[in-house]
């Protein structure tokens, strides 16, 4: 089963660096990381010292692998943004060329006050924000008329969305749109559809494909995680029990814990009370007409971060491994 990366808030993608973890002494981790060094040091009788050395270094490879989660899912979030940039660019200079002369006649009045010389990324934020304020006094004026030019009113909506995800896109394409102004109209007066036009017309080319895939990022994690553990002489596997479907091996359990205490500290899945609603959730899943199951929503931390099929693929890598040193 694949597993993709989501669009998070920034704040939630500064993942804790490996400088960072000394801060993180026992008596001030998560209650995430506290319960993985307890299996440990309770559950495999694994002394102090020892749980407290294979935590640590686990718990920066959950962090590692937390950052290049974040970051795959900075590179899907800025691929969106790229894509919508240059149509809605493109949309407003259409609408602008075909609208009422009155519109045209306030909107290259206020881009008529930039210069488009020497087109920089300030300029161009101020020029988006004027057109965005001009563009929501005409929406609310629209909204006084009968009938009303609806075009108007969601034209308002795309200024605003592009005032903000202007400044998302990559330096390399916001040089080529200032390159492309300032080449194409720095020696005539500017009209607003000859500008978005033109901006639009800098970002003709199509995205580069970005992986959303987190599957080898946490396969990877898994790994290390192993590694850390053969190396101060505890084994990892996997373990299932039939007579109870939501049994993990103890390994499974702990490479979760660290990555989810680093990646979702919110997230409430290792809980006992959720986990014994994760099984009645999926129970009352499988008792749901086939067409309805895709439509039912489920809370997004009912699920482990770390999949069955991420410690397939690990342990068969240190078998792999393995073999070949033998």
């Known amino acids: 089963m694949l597993r993709y990366v989501q669009a998070i808030p920034r704040w939630k993608l500064q993942q804790p660096s490996r400088s960072d973890l000394k801060f993180w002494t026992p008596n001030r981790w998560p209650p995430l990381v506290d319960n993985a060094f307890n299996m440990l040091h309770q559950e495999l009788a694994v002394p102090t010292d020892r749980a407290l050395k294979i935590t640590t270094e686990a718990l920066g490879a959950a962090a590692a692998c937390g950052r290049r989660i974040g970051g795959r899912s900075l590179q899907g979030s800025r691929r969106e943004i790229r894509a919508r940039v240059p149509t809605a660019l493109k949309r407003i200079g259409n609408y602008v060329a075909r609208a009422p002369a009155e ?20 300029t161009i934020e101020e020029l988006l924000t004027a057109v965005a304020t001009m563009f929501k006094v005409l929406s609310d004026e629209e909204q006084l008329r009968t009938p009303r030019d609806e075009t108007c009113v969601k034209m308002a909506v795309e200024a605003r969305r592009l005032q903000t995800e202007y400044p998302a896109l990559n330096a390399e394409d916001q040089r080529r749109i200032e390159t492309a102004l300032s080449s194409s109209l720095a020696e005539k007066p500017a009209k607003t559809s000859d500008v978005f036009r ?22 990877d994690y898994v790994f290390e995680v192993a590694q850390i553990w053969l190396a101060a002489g505890i084994r990892p596997g996997r373990a299932m029990n039939c007579a109870d479907p939501s049994y993990k091996s103890k390994f ?9 205490a680093v990646t979702e500290p919110w997230s ?13 959730v999926k129970a009352t899943d499988g008792d749901l007409p086939p067409q309805l199951r895709p439509r039912v929503s489920r809370r997004c931390d009912l699920d482990w971060l770390v999949k ?19």
């Not at 499974?252 to 989810?260: F, I």
């Not at 409430?268 to 009645?280: I, K, M």
Request: with cysteine.
């Open 268 to 280: 409430s899945r290792h809980d006992a009370p959720l986990e014994a609603e994760v099984v009645n």
């Open 252 to 260: 499974h359990r702990y490479a979760d814990l660290l990555l989810t």
């Open 308 to 326: 069955e099929d991420h410690l397939k693929k690990a342990l068969k890598r240190i078998q792999k491994n393995s073999s070949i040193r033998h």
């Open 103 to 122: 519109i045209r006649r306030q909107l290259d009045d206020v881009v008529a006050t930039f210069s488009l010389r020497d087109a920089n990324l300030e």
């Open 198 to 219: 033109t901006m639009a017309a800098a970002l003709t080319d199509p995205c580069p494909p970005v992986s959303l895939q987190s599957h080898d990022l946490v396969s």
